[in-house]
């Protein structure tokens, strides 16, 4: 069984900052791509930044363009979101994706992260 356990959210004053991790175990044979997806209350799951494994491409949402840095650990089974000048609209549920290879064919699952509450004051 693989999961990806997530960490880092909370209560952060407008300007500020705070950094997500999420760590993929269990039975993984490779990581192919992995990112991060936020929900706001009423609204639709969104993209908000991906990173891919092997050649370490990077795609960001428009809206956090310059402001958060998404990144991996060496061992390519974490990764990290580095929020800076939050917004009160960046307040939502963050979630952690990964497309997981989990067979020596290649076979892959995608997984997800219980998700982490992020919360912006003003």
């Known amino acids: 069984q693989v999961q990806l356990v997530e960490s880092g959210g909370g209560l952060v004053q407008a300007g500020g900052s705070l950094r997500l991790s999420c760590a993929a175990s269990?039975?993984?044979?490779?990581?192919?791509?992995m990112g991060w997806y936020r929900q706001a209350p009423g609204r639709q799951r969104e993209l908000v930044a991906s990173?891919?494994?092997?050649?370490?491409?990077?795609n960001y949402a428009d809206s956090v363009k310059g402001r958060f840095t998404i990144s991996l650990s060496n061992a390519k089974s974490t990764v990290y979101l580095q929020m800076n000048s939050l917004k009160r609209e960046d307040t939502a549920v963050y979630y952690c994706?990964?497309?997981?290879?989990?067979?020596?064919?290649?076979?892959?699952?995608?997984?997800w992260g219980q998700g982490t509450l992020v919360t912006v004051f003003s």
């Open positions: 994706n990964a497309e997981l290879v989990i067979g020596f064919r290649g076979s892959t699952t995608d997984a």
């Open positions: 269990g039975i993984i044979l490779g990581v192919n791509k």
């Open positions: 990173i891919t494994t092997s050649e370490g491409s990077i």
